[in-house]
Structures are given as structure tokens and as C-alpha cells.
């Protein structure tokens, strides 16, 4: 049994309650290239949050920000409290070493545009690896639970193929279990169905959007306006490394109250 788990559970309350993310005052730049601004966002726990904007305003840098895949330049980014790559000694912030940036970065799980699956592994091996290693599952466990969470987005039959045996929407859905299997407190996805052909996306915002549901914690870069509005409780727009304004779907979307919000809003839908 995984996690007390009974018969007929929805494998999405089996998640870990979602954590809170609070941003402050965050700005990063890439050597004179100013990319995040005054970022200043929480995102309370179970909260389901779309990032939107155009291309280069700051949206996937934003992202990696919270699992310390970018270090920030300024500001503090927290997870339940806790300080998100580093340690506070007095007033001063200490960058974590490896080690602990790591294991902090398990709670954050992180899909992306383009899979990342590991080519020469297994569909099951590429799922079961994290967990064995990072969470210290049994090998034989970290297998049922895999097979568990594949059966649930519909890829029971597809626990030995290869990622190059797969279409682009099974591979992203096998993406998205391999982060599941880390039981994180937080799921980001940067664009998740932007690499894939038009017929695929529904099957992966299907999945998306019954974890939306889960009371994880959610964060979505996507330009699938119609997707957002139905599962966000928030949009926010982002332009130039700023947060240009943030609200409920229905106002974002059908009464914006900046002009530079109606005029990506215009381009896209
Ligand atoms: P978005 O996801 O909204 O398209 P990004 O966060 O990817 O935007 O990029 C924001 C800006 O930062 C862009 O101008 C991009 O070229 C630049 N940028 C992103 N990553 C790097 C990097 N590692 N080094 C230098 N510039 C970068
Ligand atoms: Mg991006």
C-alpha cells in the first residue's frame, strides 16, 4: 500500500496539501538585460495561477526562479515559509550548498515545453529514477506507484516503451507523472503543449486540468487562453519582466484594465 492508500482513491488527493509561494520584491537580470522586475506575487496554497504574455516578458525565467533554477538578483522567494536556495543568518541571505538546493527543490516539481525524458530509459525507468534516488523509495515501490500514476493518465501500456516510441502528448503526460512521483507541494508547467501538434493538447490539458482540482498548488506559463479561463482562479499578465496586472479570468480577460493587457489580448485570441 502507498501512502495509506485505499481502493478506489482519486490518486490526486494523495498529493501533498499544496504549498503557499511568496514572492518579494524579486528582480533578476541576465548581465545588462533587465528580466524580472518588482515581482512581488503570492501564490496562496491549492491556488491555480496562468502566466501569460508575450514572448521574452520574463514568464519562464519567473518559473525557474522558484526552484532556484535562476538565482535571483534581489528580493526573496519562500515556500511555506521557507526560503527558496538560501538561509538567512541575521539579516543577511546565504546561498544553500548543492546538496540542500536540491532536496528543497524536490517540493517544486517542474514540467516542460519540450518532455526532458531521458531518451535511453524506460517509461517506467525514467519515473522510478527520481524517486529511488532523491526520496529514498524502494525500487519495487517507486514501480507500483509508477505504473499506478501511468494507469491514471491513461498510459497503463506503456511502462516499457521508449520516449521515441511515444507522440508528443504521451510523452508530455509521461513528463508530468515523473514529477508527480516526487509528491511535490508545487507544480509548475512552462508551456506544457506548446511543442505539441493541435491534436494532442487536450489529451495533456486533461490531465492538467484534473490536477488542477487537487488542491496542489499550480502554476501554468501557457498561451491556451481558453484553458486558463476555465481552470485558473488567477491570470496574470506579465510584459517586460513586470507584472503588469493580475485578477480573476473573467476580469483579465473580458474587462482588462491596462491597454497593454487588451493589446497582447488582441493578438492572441
Ligand atoms: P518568456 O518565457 O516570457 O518568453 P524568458 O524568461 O524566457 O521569457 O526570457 C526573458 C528574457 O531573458 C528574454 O529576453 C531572454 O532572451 C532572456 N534570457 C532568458 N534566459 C537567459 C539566459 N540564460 N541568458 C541570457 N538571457 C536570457
Ligand atoms: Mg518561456
Redesign the pocket.
Known amino acids: 500500500r502507498l501512502d495509506g492508500a485505499q481502493d478506489g482513491d482519486d490518486w490526486t488527493t494523495r498529493l501533498p496539501r499544496g504549498g503557499r509561494i511568496e514572492i518579494r520584491d524579486v528582480a533578476k537580470s ?2 545588462n ?1 533587465r ?1 524580472l522586475s518588482d515581482v512581488d506575487l503570492t501564490f496562496p496554497s491549492g491556488s491555480v495561477t496562468a502566466i501569460i ?10 518559473l525557474r526562479t522558484i526552484n532556484h533554477l535562476e538565482r535571483v538578483d534581489e528580493g526573496t522567494i519562500e515556500i511555506d515559509g521557507t526560503l527558496i536556495g538560501y538561509h538567512r543568518e541575521g539579516d543577511t541571505l546565504f546561498e544553500l550548498d548543492e546538496r540542500e538546493i536540491l532536496k528543497r527543490r524536490i517540493e517544486v516539481g517542474m514540467v516542460f515545453q519540450n518532455f526532458n525524458l531521458f531518451p535511453h530509459l524506460t517509461v517506467l525507468e525514467n519515473i522510478t529514477e527520481a524517486p529511488v534516488k532523491v526520496r529514498g523509495l524502494g525500487k519495487a515501490q517507486a514501480e507500483v506507484l509508477g505504473r499506478e500514476l501511468l494507469a491514471r493518465v491513461g498510459l497503463a501500456d506503456k511502462a516499457d516503451a521508449y520516449p521515441r516510441q511515444l507522440s508528443g502528448g504521451q510523452q508530455q503526460r509521461v513528463a508530468i507523472v515523473r514529477t508527480l512521483a516526487l509528491k511535490p507541494k508545487v507544480l509548475l508547467f512552462d508551456e506544457p503543449t506548446s511543442a505539441l501538434d493541435p491534436e494532442l493538447v487536450g489529451e495533456v490539458l486533461g490531465v492538467i486540468g484534473e490536477l488542477a482540482r487537487s488542491g496542489i498548488t499550480l502554476v501554468i ?1 501557457t498561451h491556451e487562453i481558453g484553458f486558463a479561463r476555465e481552470v485558473a482562479d488567477r491570470i496574470i499578465f ?1 510584459e517586460q ?1 513586470r507584472v503588469i496586472e493580475s485578477g480573476a479570468p473573467e476580469q483579465i480577460l473580458n474587462r482588462p484594465q491596462h491597454r497593454r493587457t487588451a493589446d497582447f489580448l488582441a493578438r492572441v485570441l
Do not use: A, H, Y
Open positions: 541576465f548581465g538585460l528580466v504574455g508575450p514572448s521574452g516578458s520574463g514568464k519562464s525565467t519567473l506559463v506579465m519582466g
